[in-house]
């Protein structure tokens, strides 16, 4: 994205007046490209790139704020998540493992580390008490009450840690690391909570990747609220044929709005069951639209036909970065959305048992 590239390049007005210098050494054999990446939202994008020579590179330029950024090998799997500043850095490289780079010469990526280095003590212990739950779950003569000790250590393993990070994100307001972290958390949060949480953060970080992400999520998700007019959107289904969300809620009492994926395991668990209620209720007015969160037509379209889905399926193949997941806010699938005929959310994210409840209370 070169008009990406240029503004982070340009001699704009950079915070402080300064710029970066990059200099890293890869351990390994490697002399091929180097990639700089930003990050929109979740999505590393690419802005610079530099030949590695002798295991060493350098990228210079310029930041307005300090934020995530991402460096990764051509060809290589994996990528070094670090937080960029307008300083002298310097970056060491496994050649083979990126992702266990190292970073000195960034204040806020120390801050990053330390951070990470009291949080990973919660999740440490976490993980050890869920490999002692499933030892024990292995063996047959283990009483229920050791099985209730773990379990309500690990509760309380647990709500330290959603504690401690929910403090750091309060006490930190002017942190350029906090919205980073409440973008990655935010689940933590009730909905109704994340616009005080947000509105805590100091104007100077507004303009982070993690605040503008998470305030489009709120955003997002004000305007798909139930009782808000849908937000409409038109996608080609499996034979080319583009479908708008609209014109199918128009001729029906009821449309689920699905989202899922071919490679979707809760998604499949759950297909026989949503055939069921499809079946039942559709002569009284309901229809499914799926939209698939696939990145390619051929695992789409064998889905379908694996499920022989009756009703319309539509993708514009961009997986995670499909338009109609923005529009309605879609972190994670399945999730869906009913919408009445008038075009207005009823309810959102019903799965088996709900569902059926739900239609059979609107379709009596």
Known sequence: MLHLKSVLLAGVLLYGGGKYTINGKIEGDFNGKV????AEG????????????????????????????????????????????NSKLNVTLPADSVWKGQVKGSGVHD??????????????????????????NKNKEASEAERSKLMEEYRTVNKADMDYIKNYIAANPKSVLTPFLLQSKYSLYRFTELDSVVNNLDKSVMTTNGAKYITNYISVKK???????????AFPDSTGKVIALSSVVKQ???????????WCGPCRAEMPQVKEIYAKYKSQ??????VSLDASAAPWKKAMQE??????????LKGWNCEAGKLYGVTGVPYNVLIDQQGTI???????NGLDAKLKELLK
């Open 35 to 38: 990639y700089l990446s930003a």
């Open 42 to 85: 979740f999505t590393p994008v690419k802005i610079d790139s530099a030949i590695a020579k002798n295991g060493k590179f350098t990228f210079k330029g310029g930041v307005k704020i300090p934020d995530l950024y991402f460096i990764s090998l051509e060809d290589k799997k994996g990528q070094m998540l670090f937080f960029l500043e």
């Open 111 to 136: 801050q990053y580390v330390k951070y990470n280095q009291e949080e990973g003590q919660f999740t440490a212990k976490l993980d050890e008490i869920s490999k002692a739950l499933r030892a024990l």
């Open 223 to 233: 305007k798909t609220d139930v009782g808000q007019p849908l937000t409409d959107f």
């Open 252 to 262: 029906h009492k009821y449309v689920l709005l699905d989202f899922w994926a071919s």
């Open 285 to 290: 007015g309901f229809e499914i639209f799926a």
């Open 307 to 316: 499920f022989n889905m009756q009703w319309p399926s539509v993708s514009d």
């Open 346 to 352: 009823v309810a959102k994210n019903l799965h088996g």
